[in-house]
Structure formats: structure tokens, C-alpha cells
Nanobody
Framework: VQLQASGGGLVQAGGSLRLSCAASGTIFSLNDMGWYREAPGKERELVAR???????NYDNSVKGRFTISRDDTKKTVYLQMNSLLPEDTGVYFC???????????WGQGTQVTVSS
């Protein structure tokens, strides 16, 4: 299973970005799909996650600004990020858990930089 993330970039505070992460390989079903980020000097942390049943959870810092969605027919998870803040800066990693074996996979990371 491979994950290909895209959509990162440089944006001014208050702007928006949309991240995408497409999974490929032998996948019969997908359980949880989510996004994590590593801010400079910090550990990787959960940003948003969506289960196969539609349950979502967000880090408190992004609630009301970010929206996670998924298209299982395309094996893709998205993160719509609005009202971006400089503290949203970091490398964003997608993560999926396959349904057939429960293995967790990580994407390569995409850089998001928000300037003030």
C-alpha cells in the first residue's frame, strides 16, 4: 500500500489549502483515515481523523476551521483547511488503516507554511 499526499504550500494567514492523500495497492477496504502534523520542534500530533462509519474527531486547535472528508471509491482522504494560522505550519502526514489486516500506513508528508 502506498499513500501519495499533495496540496501543501505557502499561504498567508487567513488563507486556505486543501490536502489530498490517495491510497493505492492491494486495498479491499479502509478503516480510519486521518491527517497528522509535525510542527517545527514538536512531535507528530493528530489533526483530524475520520472512521469508515463517518465519525470524525479533530484537534481542538483546528475545530471549526478544518474539515476532513474521504471518498472511498477513490481511496482518498482530504483535509480542507480554512482560516489558516501561522501555528498551523508543519509537515502534514496522511495515515490510513486498511480494513483487511488493520495495518497502519503513512504518506510521505506535505509541507504547509502559513506566513503572518
Amino acid at each position: 500500500v502506498q499513500l501519495q499526499a499533495s496540496g501543501g504550500g505557502l499561504v498567508q494567514a487567513g488563507g486556505s489549502l486543501r490536502l489530498s492523500c490517495a491510497a493505492s495497492g492491494t486495498i479491499f477496504s479502509l478503516n480510519d483515515m486521518g491527517w497528522y502534523r509535525e510542527a517545527p520542534g514538536k512531535e507528530r500530533e493528530l489533526v483530524a481523523r475520520r472512521t469508515s462509519g463517518g465519525y470524525t474527531n479533530y484537534d481542538n486547535s483546528v475545530k471549526g476551521r478544518f474539515t476532513i472528508s474521504r471518498d472511498d471509491t477513490k481511496k482518498t482522504v482530504y483535509l480542507q483547511m480554512n482560516s489558516l494560522l501561522p501555528e498551523d505550519t508543519g509537515v502534514y502526514f496522511c495515515n490510513v488503516v486498511t480494513g483487511q489486516d488493520g495495518i497502519s500506513y503513512w504518506g510521505q508528508g506535505t509541507q504547509v507554511t502559513v506566513s503572518s
